[in-house]
């Protein structure tokens, strides 16, 4: 990091990331990975339920006991914009302007707005900076019958610089090949590095990595994603951060990450999540504004800065 914004170490903001890019100074972030709202046009919710036993019910289940359906919280967020790419466009100006010289971009849309997303950031970085389009497939939930149903997602991959970015093959995880037979024993139990189709689980509903907040993104996704784009000590950047899962993968891959995120609900589910004992947590309106450099000048602290440089929440 080359600024003094914010201070070593892991940040969580909450408020509208814009007002954080703001302060967050040119070339100082290594990786931004984003999975914007993907506007559905209506409200991500997902309802938490517990079943509990109640003779009652007519809900019957294990070993013929019948139980009922106790709702225990919802977490939800806004996904409907009138002008989702007039939302988005601001926003991916500020990543590229973030980014170190080696640095990378991820866009993680669906296909209500990818073509379009694409447009916009090529406009942004330039063609040239595209590199590939990651397809997360996944197979899980209900098939439509009138049309392919859909169960995949696309992360968009742009490099700040197309001829110098990370990109460490030999950190990904391998996966299975699909005739080991053809393959031998050796290579079989190795397992093949992945393309770009990665077959991954969504967060199973049931498992113990579920956080109850609709969208959250599987942790093999980010594992993958940062081992193979980014270098121990890295800074990584999620500015629409969700449950947390970009955190929690930096930090078991020893990366250090900045996440905000405009729902107190998301921070607080990060707040579960992440150490909090080690994890900074701020207030985007708590952000002193950034000072306007002298010209020739280094970048400074804001005065009257807390001791994280700038934040005093
Ligand atoms: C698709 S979810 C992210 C899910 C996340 N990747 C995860 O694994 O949990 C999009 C998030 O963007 C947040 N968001 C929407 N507008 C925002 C804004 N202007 N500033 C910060 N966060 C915003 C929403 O509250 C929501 O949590």
Redesign the pocket.
């Known amino acids: 990091m080359n600024g003094s914004f914010p201070a070593a170490g892991n940040h969580v903001f909450l408020g ?3 007002d954080l890019l703001a302060r967050v100074p040119d070339g100082s972030v290594n990786l931004v990975y984003i ?4 506007n559905t046009g209506h409200a991500q919710e997902r309802v938490n339920t517990h079943a509990v036993r109640d003779d009652t019910s007519a809900r019957v289940g294990f070993r013929g006991k019948a139980y009922r359906s106790l709702r225990v919280g919802q977490k939800a ?1 806004d996904d409907a914009f009138d002008d989702y790419l007039g939302f988005l466009e601001p926003r991916l100006l500020e990543a590229r302007r973030v980014l170190a010289a080696d640095g990378a971009f991820f866009l993680h849309l669906d296909y209500r707005e990818v073509h379009y997303g694409k447009v916009l950031v090529d406009g942004i970085f330039g063609r040239g900076s595209f590199i590939n389009e990651i397809i997360w497939a996944y197979d899980y939930g209900a098939r439509s019958r009138s049309r392919w149903p859909t169960k995949h997602s696309t992360i968009l991959f742009y490099a700040r610089d197309p001829r110098a970015y990370t990109f460490d093959l030999d950190a990904s995880d391998r996966i299975a090949y699909m005739a080991p037979e053809m393959v031998g024993e050796d290579k079989a139990a190795r397992g093949k590095t992945p393309t770009d189709v990665w077959w991954h689980t969504i967060v199973s509903p049931t498992g113990r990595e579920k956080t109850g ?1 609709p ?3 599987p942790l093999g996704i980010m594992r993958r994603l940062l081992a193979v784009h980014s270098r121990p000590g890295d800074t990584v950047l999620d ?8 955190g929690v993968a930096a930090a078991e891959l020893g990366r250090r990450f900045i996440l ?4 107190p609900e ?1 921070i607080a589910v990060m707040k579960t999540r992440l150490d909090a004992a080690t994890t900074h947590f701020h207030d985007c309106d708590h952000v002193q504004p950034a000072p306007k450099p002298a010209r020739g000048a280094q970048r400074a602290v804001a005065p009257g800065a807390g001791a994280d440089g700038g934040i005093v929440a």
Do not use: E, I, R, V
Request: hydrophobic share 25%.
């Open positions: 509208d990331n814009l999975d914007p709202p993907f967020y907040y969208s959250q993104k500015f629409f951060a969700g449950s947390g899962s970009t905000c995120d405009s729902n998301a």
